[in-house]
């Protein structure tokens, strides 16, 4: 019997996995294969350089856009918000949603999208130009895993979006993350 | 057809008409030799006839005082950032001035998409957040407010620790002092951003977002002005009873000329009319006064 507990005692040694680590390292590897795949379609797609032409800006934008679009083909949403991954960013948000600053800021209504406007059904869709883009409280940043260059969360509304800043499209978003 | 011809007339003289009539306002900026002179436009992106009438008044005044830059607070094109928008809404209204190589530096508010940092006529050399010296002695630092992740702080804590600049200037879109209705001081921001412009010893600190003027009683050291109204206007949104206003202006659309000495800084707010509705002149804190402000505001903070 002491045998017994001794060696369950032993099996159970092995060093303690954090689970929120193991989802935020999953996070990290969604998010560099994005990386990747816009990597090599920003190769291929006109540079987005600085320009006084303001067509050339546009027609960067939407080409890599495109090119992004085209490299994912078959992408469904939560390919990087997976339901665990969701399921973290719903609770790293609770503490921040108790700091009435923080709290006015998510709840600020006229600098959000109007409701509905911005597409939460498909993903690799353009943010639409004509919509704000909510203001990122920054405490929630500063906490916040660090994202690579030119992708952002933004908030719509409660959900809560992965944004491509230089092909202006949704790479992901997270429902109801806002309680 | 005498009518259709007599209305095809009539038309373009009115609109010449009204460009003319746009005399230069009145400047009682000292307007001296060896000073830098700069403008100022905030939430101006609409296209809209008041984007066009400050742009009238803005366009009449460089006779008189030859400012070298505007500075935009942001929201520099609501509604899109197509071509045709850029047109609409910057480079018709701000026509006579572009093609007389006037210089222009855009910080983003949260109606503008992040890539018009790419737009070389606004000289954010591509990047959401950028510092230039237009002056020995004279930094500007543009940030975008909308988006104050650590990179950027990092970034800022850099720039403001190496600047040895007398002058340090900051603009950004969301106002940290703010005594709008609609909006408001961001609170959050404040907390973030404070504390480094008091370290390094900011001096003014430049926003738009609110649609209205508001010059700021100085906080711990550091001038503030709200500058958002130079195409959209929130009317009466000003809380006349704030503790932090020193002047504000809510009934018109305004632009700002700002002209800095060694160590004083003047400033005329305008409206559409060419009315000035606000003018006066600051003079920077001393290194020695700031740090004591800064010091009594960590002690206040800690309490």
């Known amino acids: 019997m002491l045998s017994l507990a001794a060696t369950s005692a032993f ?105 509905g406007a911005v597409p939460l059904w498909k993903v690799g869709m353009p943010y639409p130009e004509k919509e704000p883009l909510a203001t990122m409280p920054p405490d929630v940043l500063e906490r916040w895993p660090k994202l690579p260059a030119d992708i952002e969360y933004r908030f719509v509304g409660k959900h809560l979006i992965l944004r491509d800043v230089r092909a202006n499209t949704i790479i992901d978003f997270a429902t109801n993350v806002i309680p | 057809m005498q009518a259709r011809r007599l209305h095809r007339f009539v038309i373009p003289l009115a609109l010449l008409l009204s460009v003319v009539s746009a005399a230069a306002p009145q400047i009682t900026l000292p307007n001296q030799k060896d000073s830098l002179k700069f403008a100022i436009i905030g939430d101006s992106g609409t296209g809209s006839k008041s984007q066009y009438q400050i742009a009238e008044q803005l366009i009449s005044t460089r006779t008189p005082f030859a400012y070298e830059f505007i500075l935009m607070m942001g929201d520099n094109l609501y509604g899109g950032s197509d071509a045709k928008d850029f047109r609409k809404k910057f480079e018709d209204p701000y026509k006579s001035l572009l093609d007389s190589g006037m210089k222009f530096y855009a910080t983003l508010g949260n109606h503008d998409n992040p890539n018009e940092r790419f737009y070389e006529r606004w000289n954010m050399k591509g990047e959401r957040f950028y510092t230039f010296k237009p002056k020995p002695g004279i930094r500007f630092f543009a940030l975008d407010s ?158």
Do not use: C
């Open chain 1, 11 to 115: 099996t159970q040694a092995k060093p303690p996995v954090n689970p929120d680590a193991q989802v935020l390292a999953d996070f990290k590897a969604r998010i560099d294969k994005y990386v990747e795949i816009r990597k090599k379609a920003d190769d291929s797609a006109p540079p987005l350089k600085k320009t006084d032409d303001a067509a050339e800006i546009k027609a960067a934008q939407l080409a890599l856009g495109e090119r992004i679009g085209a490299a994912r083909a078959g992408m469904k949403p939560g390919e990087i918000f997976t339901p665990e991954i969701a399921a973290l960013f719903r609770r790293l948000i609770h503490p921040e949603t108790k700091d009435p600053d923080t709290k006015a800021l998510l709840n600020e209504k006229k600098d959000q999208p109007k409701p």
């Open chain 2, 146 to 303: 909308n988006y104050m992740d650590p990179k950027q702080l990092d970034w800022l804590e850099k720039e403001l620790a190496a600047s040895g600049s007398d002058w340090k200037i900051m603009f950004f879109h969301h106002p940290i002092y703010s005594s709008g209705g609609a909006h408001g001081s961001d609170v959050q921001l404040r907390q973030q951003l404070e504390p480094m412009f008091l370290k390094h010893g900011v001096d003014v600190v430049l926003a738009g977002h609110e649609h209205f003027y508001e010059r700021i009683k100085p906080q711990k050291g550091i001038y503030y002005f709200i500058s958002g109204g130079a195409a959209k206007l929130r009317e009466g949104d000003v809380n006349t009873r704030s503790e932090l206003t020193a002047k504000s202006y809510d009934s018109g659309y305004h632009f700002m000329l700002v002209e800095l000495g060694k160590d004083t800084m003047y400033f005329q707010t305008i409206n559409q009319d060419g009315k000035t509705v606000d003018s006066g002149s600051l003079t920077r804190f001393s290194d020695a006064d700031k740090k004591k402000l800064a010091g009594l505001a960590t002690t206040q903070s800690s309490r």
